[in-house]
């Protein structure tokens, strides 16, 4: 394991997956990798918006670009959806905009509903992987 700016690098096998979360780090302030020991280890994914600090984090437990991607996106589509903070709120449009830039899409508020309410924090796995592979075609949801 390495060490980059005090925080823990975990030792991941798959170069792919390395390259995205610094990609991850460039794109969302606050983002640093957890080392939890003998478990995997965890991505927190910060921000501050409006004076309050935002976080949310999922395990490294994946060995594959493709499921980190959809990782990702399912957990990131959780701070736009409506029934959490609201459409019109910092929190949702900060992300909103971030997620396009990340993966290079233009998504809307309405689009990133619909994600979080069939692939999102990893509820469906399987339909996320093809989400993802495919392009992100909405036509899956």
Known sequence: MGRDKGF???DVRNIDIVNE???VKDFFNGTYIYDAGKS???LIIGGK???KDYTISFI???NDKVK???KLLS???YLTADNHYGRKSQISLYYH???NRYFKTSFTLDELQKIYCRIGTGCNPELGYKFIESGFDMGLL
């Open 8 to 10: 823990i690098i975990m």
């Open 21 to 23: 979360i610094e990609r």
């Open 40 to 42: 995997p280890d965890e």
């Open 49 to 51: 918006i409006g004076g």
């Open 60 to 62: 490294l437990d994946m």
């Open 68 to 70: 980190f991607l959809y």
């Open 75 to 77: 957990y990131l589509s």
């Open 97 to 99: 905009e971030r997620i």
